[in-house]
């Protein structure tokens, strides 16, 4: 996907986010987080959002840590929500191709990152928000999803603060049954995982289904479509696979 593209994606998320979380009220229960409620959402999204924004809007060439939220609610929490997503928004749009400036997964670009981790990070979070709603969910397009599962198994559990590893060598299999060629072999071990986009070998467990489903349920958001194999390795990544801020 080009830079444009996830932008746009940012700024839908962003808003259908910030509208859910005010159908449900910020006092409601988010049971995608169950211990969080929709303060608790809108409060670590918005933080985020201007953590990310200082990036490209400042120019920071090093880590730096992101600002407490305020202790807002209700009504004002949603607007500095909003007046935060649009900002970010603002600078990504906004942003020289070739900005310098902090980041923390491979990509093209510096710009080119933050706009890809921040469409993902907004639309799982926009999924939270909804869950909290009830009702249904909104869909996530097939090439987005393909996209956020291999942001997640190539990129975030590459490094070596992923805790999905195993005492002896197994092999986890993820497929997006929707789109050709959508595959990824996982190799766990006691080392960091390593993940090829390719069908290579025999599986141990095979997680698999429609890509926008696959999506949610790798981010722990929903069950897993179907599980074919040892479910004791789709357990694994229930358990240890979560992506927390500090």
Known sequence: MKTAAYVET??????????AAEAAGTDAEVPTCPDWRVRDLLRHTGMVHR??????????????RADDPPALDGGPLLSWFREGHERLVDALAGAEPD????????APSPLAFWARRQAHETTVHR?????????EPTAVGVDFALDGIDELLCAFHARPKSAVRTE?????RVRATDAPHAVWTVRLS????????????????ELSGPAAQLYP???????FPEVTGDDALAALWRERSGVTWK
Not at 99 to 106: A, G, N, Y
Not at 168 to 172: D, F, G, N, Q
Not at 217 to 223: C, E, G, I, K, S
């Open 51 to 64: 953590w990310a924004t200082a990036f490209v809007a400042e120019g920071h060439t090093g880590p730096r």
């Open 127 to 135: 999924i939270d928000a909804e869950s909290a709603r009830g009702g």
């Open 168 to 172: 002896e060598p197994r092999t986890l």
């Open 190 to 205: 006691a080392q960091p995982p390593v993940t090829v986009r390719a069908e290579e070998a025999d599986a141990d467990c």
């Open 99 to 106: 900005v310098r400036c902090w980041h923390f997964l491979p």
């Open 217 to 223: 349920a790798l981010w722990n958001r929903r069950p």
């Open 10 to 19: 940012l700024d839908r998320e962003g808003a259908l986010l910030a509208a």
